[in-house]
Nanobody, 123 residues
Framework: QVQLVESGGGLVQPGGSLRLSCAASGFTLDYYAIGWFRQAPGKEREGISCIKSSDGSTYYADSVKGRFTISRDNAKNTVYLQMNSLKPEDTAVYYC????????????????WGPGTQVTVSS
């Protein structure tokens, strides 16, 4: 059974850091791209980062480039999103998702999703 479970969200002050984890089960990361998306209240879901194990490619949206870093640990079958210099506009529910295709910002390309983890950036 394919499962993705996010963790690591919480409340952080502006300028702070969080590391999100996406634990995968029922499949191995080697053959799939894993993307991170976020959705703030009243806004569309936004693709912010992606990593594909088979070719090592990564993607970052302009909104997070230079502040967020995506990585994977194949031994733990887990993908991470290190988020630094957090801003109030980063507040959202963060989701990880799986696609058999190349990295993409289109949510429709991703067939399996985790339940999400809330990130709140506020003083």
């Amino acid at each position: 059974q394919v499962q993705l479970v996010e963790s690591g969200g919480g409340l952080v002050q502006p300028g702070g850091s969080l590391r999100l984890s996406c634990a995968a089960s029922g499949f191995t990361l080697d053959y799939y791209a894993i993307g991170w998306f976020r959705q703030a209240p009243g806004k569309e879901r936004e693709g912010i980062s992606c990593i594909k194990s088979s070719d090592g490619s990564t993607y970052y949206a302009d909104s997070v480039k230079g502040r967020f870093t995506i990585s994977r640990d194949n031994a733990k079958n887990t993908v991470y999103l290190q988020m630094n210099s957090l801003k109030p506009e980063d507040t959202a529910v963060y989701y990880c998702a799986r696609t058999p295709f190349r990295c993409s910002t289109y949510a429709s390309s991703f067939g399996y999703w985790g339940p999400g983890t809330q990130v709140t950036v506020s003083s």
